[in-house]
């Protein structure tokens, strides 16, 4: 009990070995964030030794593993996190959304949520 701190804007924290876990309320119920101190710490490491890639190859390559796993029976709605909006797979841009950026759903509800809207450029 005493290992619990307050965090800034709500909830309680606590720090473990590399873990950290914060509980926090969100809409009314519990929400539960474990963060993994020396993965993420690796996983840093690993984007900045990561060659560059040119913006209209990382653009196509993102096409293309889409295209490749964006099954509409099993993954038919990719959402944008940075934006907030979600597509479907007749949407003009669905395959537009770059990696880093994209959450998957298996449906249009599970996407709305999680707080996203379905694009406006989708029929």
């Known amino acids: 009990?005493?290992?619990?701190?307050?965090?800034?804007?709500?909830?309680?924290e606590m720090t473990c070995d590399n873990f950290q876990l914060a509980i926090t309320l969100v809409a009314g119920s519990p929400s539960l964030h474990i963060t993994d101190?020396?993965?993420?710490?690796?996983?840093?490491?690993?984007?900045?030794?990561?060659?560059?890639?040119?913006?209209?190859?990382?653009?196509?390559?993102?096409?293309?593993?889409?295209?490749?796993?964006?099954?509409?029976?099993?993954?038919?709605?990719?959402?944008?996190?940075h934006t907030k909006t979600y597509y479907?797979?007749?949407?003009?841009?669905?395959?537009d959304v770059p990696l880093k950026e994209r959450v998957l759903f298996p449906t249009s509800q599970d996407a709305e949520k999680a707080g996203y809207k379905l694009s406006k450029t989708c029929p």
């Open 88 to 95: 479907r797979r007749d949407c003009p841009k669905y395959n």
């Open 1 to 12: 009990p005493n290992a619990w701190r307050a965090k800034p804007r709500g909830g309680r």
């Open 37 to 81: 101190e020396l993965a993420q710490q690796t996983l840093n490491k690993r984007i900045e030794d990561a060659p560059d890639v040119p913006e209209s190859q990382e653009s196509q390559e993102a096409q293309e593993q889409s295209e490749k796993h964006a099954d509409p029976e099993i993954i038919p709605i990719i959402a944008d996190k």
